[in-house]
């Protein structure tokens, strides 16, 4: 596809995009309910057709020798869209925002002022690997009155068109706007600049990938962005931990699933009890085939299980792999400084029976989620209560943590009265 016409394309997407979306925001909640069912039954009857072609992107992800964690997030089966179809159905279950009423008040002079949930307009949503991500994100964005575009990677381009077919035959049944969720039919790269360049028809831009996508989405965008740029979780054992507690919590943490942001890829022990949790951590990491990386104290303290000596860097990085850094820290202060100084933003865990430590901790550390006692792999809008999310976002505005359909809405003021004025 040439350059000019590449264009004339993305225009003419974001422009259906922007009209579906004006005709989206005074669609029912029922109407959207029932697309949400439709799109949930077609998942298992057409689940043949859907895993056909899933099959054909695993084959050519396999010549092209991607990563274990990449085919693992790349691959659909019978029960993966069961789970799409179950969250599909979950979304549905979830009140209707659109219109929802905030907050209100009545002023002095009689008038009510209301705040009302509005969409936020039309998503531009760029992702990598996971095709189940295609079904989430069209839903989220639809239940929350948003039209979407979405642009898979190269890699589940198969995947995503049969999905993008399911989405858009759902619409056609149902009677929704046909444009509401579109999912393009190329892989060229060049058209992510060409919509994050279009501020006049998308509204937001919304990446879930690599780095580099993240990071080069953020760069070009003309419009805002909602993002996470790294996973980089960190597990710290407090001086006053239950060991049996932070083993199993550091295990499900770091080994229930490599390859995802909310993986803890950094582990903290505090100095007064390295001595006894080291030996049993380290030796419960390397029984489940993770590699550790620590500092001069974390290694001398594992007699046992071979370590390699960490940089500085290490500290710093999103492995995706079975690999974790380590590291004792002299206090908790310290660990509190270390993790703002060197996480991502994400998820960072405290091990404690000490009210006082977990208080400290979860005041000190700034991150979009902490968890106490708990693993890292639990911050995810499904295990919240939120239902599927479009992504967990790590900056401060709009929205941080789990984006899931509040997170695509913004408020308008409503005003009522019976002929107010200003005086």
């Known amino acids: 596809m040439s ?57 050519a992800a396999r010549e092209a020798n991607l990563k274990p964690s990449m085919i693992d997030r790349l691959t659909l089966s019978e029960k993966t869209l069961g789970e799409m179809a179950k969250a599909l159905r979950e979304i549905a279950a979830f009140p209707e925002p659109i219109g929802s009423v905030i907050g209100s008040n009545v002023r002095p002079n009689g008038f009510e002022v209301q705040k009302v949930r509005a969409p936020l307009g039309v998503v531009f949503f760029t992702y990598e690997s996971r095709p189940n991500v295609t079904t989430d994100a069209a839903a989220i964005c639809i239940k929350s009155g948003n039209a979407v575009i979405l642009r898979g990677g190269k890699e589940a381009f198969r995947s995503n068109l049969i999905l993008g077919k399911v989405l858009a035959d759902a619409a056609r049944e149902v009677g929704l706007p046909e444009d509401a969720a579109q999912l393009l039919e190329t892989t060229d790269r060049d058209a992510i600049d060409e919509f994050l360049h279009l ?18 989405v953020a760069r070009e965008a003309k419009m805002p962005v909602i993002k996470h740029f790294a996973g980089n979780c ?86 995706l792999a079975a690999i974790i850094s ?45 968890t106490v006692n708990s693993s890292t792999r639990l911050h995810d809008g499904g295990q919240f209560g939120l239902g599927a999310e479009i992504g967990i976002s790590t900056d401060k505005f709009h929205v941080r943590g789990p984006c899931g359909i509040d997170g695509l809405t913004s408020y308008k003021y409503v005003v009522y009265g019976d002929g107010a004025i200003r005086e």
Not at 349 to 359: E, M, P, T, V, Y
Request: with cysteine; aromatic share 4%; proline share 2%.
């Open 3 to 59: 350059e000019f016409n590449l264009r004339d394309y993305c225009l003419d997407v974001a422009k259906r995009a922007k009209k579906a979306s004006r005709a989206l925001a005074s669609v029912s909640g029922s109407k959207k309910n029932e697309w949400l069912e439709v799109c949930a039954r077609e998942l298992v009857e057409r689940k043949d057709e859907i895993l056909a072609e899933n099959a054909k992107d695993l084959s």
């Open 199 to 216: 501020p006049e028809y998308v509204d937001v831009a919304i990446p879930r990938g690599g780095s580099a996508l993240i990071e080069r």
């Open 234 to 319: 960190c597990v710290y054992v407090d001086e006053f931990a239950d060991l049996d507690v932070a083993e199993k919590v550091l295990i499900n943490s770091k080994c229930q699933r490599l390859g995802t942001c909310n993986t803890a890829e950094s582990l903290l022990v505090h100095c007064k009890i390295a001595r006894e949790a080291i030996p049993r951590l380290a030796k419960a990491l390397a029984d489940k085939g993770v590699e550790i990386r620590g500092d001069e104290a974390f290694r001398a303290l594992s007699p046992d299980v071979e370590i390699k000596p960490a940089t500085e860097e290490d500290y710093r990085t999103e492995y």
């Open 326 to 370: 380590a590291k004792v820290v002299d206090s908790l202060d310290d660990a509190i400084a270390h993790i703002n100084e060197t996480s991502s933003g994400h998820t960072e865990a405290i091990i404690s029976r000490d009210l006082g430590s977990i208080k400290r901790f979860v005041a000190g550390v700034d991150s979009a989620a902490i």
